[in-house]
C-alpha cells in the first residue's frame, strides 16, 4: 500500500490544483514535473481521496480528473486504476441532477 502523502507533497498538489489561470494542459504538465513518475500512483490515490470527499473546488475536482486521465491515457482503454472513480462520480453528480 502506498504510503501517505507528505505535508509538502500535499501543499504542492493543492497549489498545483488551484491555480485557476493556468490551462488544464499546463496543469497536467506541471503534476509531471512537480512529481515523480515512481509517485504518480501514490498521489492519484490522493487526488482520488480529495475528489470523493468533495474536499476540493469544482475547479479543482476538473484538474483533478485531468490528471487522473492523462496519467493512462497512452494504456489500453479500460486499464486505468482510477476509471471507477470517474465512473462514481459522474453517477452522484447525475443523481443530484
Known amino acids: 500500500m502506498p504510503a501517505a502523502l507528505s505535508q509538502k507533497d500535499l501543499q504542492s498538489l493543492l497549489s498545483l490544483l488551484s ?18 513518475k515512481a509517485d504518480h500512483f501514490r498521489v492519484a490515490t490522493a487526488l482520488c481521496l480529495l475528489i470523493q470527499d468533495r474536499a476540493i473546488s469544482l475547479s479543482e475536482r476538473f484538474f483533478a480528473f485531468f490528471i487522473l486521465f492523462d496519467l493512462y491515457k497512452a494504456e489500453a482503454p479500460g486499464t486505468n486504476p482510477f476509471l471507477p472513480i470517474f465512473i462514481d462520480e459522474v453517477k452522484k453528480d447525475l443523481e443530484s441532477c
Open 19 to 36: 491555480d485557476s489561470s493556468r490551462s488544464i494542459e499546463a496543469v497536467g504538465a506541471l503534476f509531471h514535473r512537480t512529481f515523480a
